[in-house]
């Protein structure tokens, strides 16, 4: 696929340009409208298949869920080996596009390494996530921060008595969902472990407050989020808690996400999944 209608499709796809701009500018390039409206299926279809990667879900059961959150019932994704009677929690913190298709498979990802997964959709007081994303950002402006962290620690609540779970919960989260987790390591005393994945750091003074052993990812080339972690690794230091930060040169903000072709760091990511997988059955356990 061209480079240039795969980048102007990742543009699009992640709510940087409306629809209408995106059609036109395929046009553009695809030599007509008829053109770029026969493209489309051709693209989002290899967007999910990467997304997806292929994987084979026999192995697991999945399906959508709601749980008592403080803004009233939250939906999510939830995914966990076929097998078994009991496993260590996870939950899953979607970017700032909300509970979109690559999040739900991360979701079936942490499943098949063992764990209970559950993936909150944040947007669930203002609707839930939409298909069509182009506008999501409009839908993120209207959450309060504070019900919103609330209604993440509430998930912990929910793993921990959920009749599957052993009762021990971590959490994870990417960009807006990283910064989440560390809301929730800072206001759940009752986690048991958290891995933000480049994620806006807490304020110093709320890290005293942090329980949970932290294992933090950052990417190299992510200079407003690395602005951050100075102060965030002194206050570690300062409350004597048990924390990671592990920096991968050269990968960009959002390297793990391998439906975005421009970001994704396929060294960094592997890298990065066996730490907190590991991570994950150390303090889980």
Excluded at 11 to 36: C, H, P, W
Excluded at 69 to 83: I, N, Q, S, V, Y
Excluded at 130 to 148: C, H, S, W, Y
Aim: charge should be neutral; hydrophobic fraction near 35%.
């Amino acid at each position: 696929m061209d480079n240039e209608i795969t980048t102007l499709y990742d543009e699009y796809r992640q709510g940087g340009t409306n629809r209408r701009d995106f059609i036109r500018k395929l046009a553009m390039v695809a030599g007509s409208t008829a053109a770029a409206l026969a493209l489309l299926p051709v693209l989002e279809d290899n967007s999910l298949k990467a997304s997806t990667s292929f994987q084979d879900n026999s192995d697991l059961v999945t399906e959508f869920i709601k749980y008592p959150g403080e803004t009233g019932d939250m939906r999510g994704f939830l995914a966990r080996p076929k097998g078994g009677k009991k496993f260590p929690a996870v939950i899953v913190i979607h970017e700032n596009r909300g509970l979109v298709p690559h999040i739900q498979e991360v979701t079936r990802r942490m499943a098949r390494e063992g764990f209970l997964a559950l993936a909150p959709d944040a947007l669930s007081p203002v609707g839930g996530t939409p298909e069509d994303i182009t506008n999501v950002g409009d839908l993120f402006k209207k959450l309060d921060n504070g019900q919103t962290i609330k209604n993440f620690v509430a998930a912990v609540k929910y793993l921990k008595t959920n009749p599957m779970s052993t009762g021990k919960v971590g959490c994870t989260g990417f960009c807006w969902g990283g910064g989440m987790t560390n809301q929730v390591a800072v206001n759940s005393p009752d986690l048991n472990a958290a891995v933000p994945y480049y994620g806006m750091q807490p304020k110093a003074e709320d890290v005293e407050k942090i329980k949970a052993p932290i294992m933090a990812h950052y990417a190299g080339e992510d200079t407003r989020i690395n602005a951050g972690i100075p102060a965030f690794e002194e206050a570690l230091k300062k409350y004597k808690k048990e924390y990671q930060i592990f920096i991968y040169d050269g990968a960009q903000h959002a390297f793990n996400n391998d439906s975005n072709a421009e970001r994704y760091n396929e060294k960094a990511a592997k890298l990065e999944w066996g730490r907190t997988i590991g991570f994950f059955k150390e303090k889980l356990k």
